[in-house]
């Protein structure tokens, strides 16, 4: 399976961008065998809902966290990130975190 992936994007208005935060994109992932996300830095917050699978996650020093279907975190600017499936789960719909929002920083 190749990954296939829905995306939208939304600018803001000025008064939307004057406060705390705001979403600017939004998309799901259905990810192909050899999917894996990294190692990239980000210039903005994303919080990701892993839809189904399991995979590890490594952001800045923190080595290896599991991330099972239904785990919700939030992936940092200017820190490095590296997501993978497992073996397991690779190939299936989703071997990775699925769904996300980015937001400006704060």
Avoid at 30 to 35: F, T, V
Avoid at 58 to 86: A, C, E, R, W, Y
Avoid at 91 to 104: D, V
Wanted: hydrophobic share 35%; net charge positive.
């Amino acid at each position: 399976m190749k990954d296939h992936i829905v995306q939208h994007f939304y600018t803001p208005t000025k008064t939307q961008m004057e406060q705390s935060a705001y979403i600017t994109w939004a998309g799901h992932r259905k990810c192909g065998k050899d999917h894996v996300v990294g190692p990239r830095v980000l210039e903005t917050y994303k919080m990701v809902f892993v839809l189904s699978g399991k995979g590890y996650l490594t952001q800045g020093d923190h080595v290896n966290k599991m991330l099972n279907q239904g785990d919700i975190f939030i992936l940092l600017p200017g820190k490095s990130i590296f997501i993978m499936p497992t073996r397991k789960t690779r190939g299936k719909s989703c071997g990775s975190p699925s769904t996300a929002s980015i937001f400006p920083t704060i």
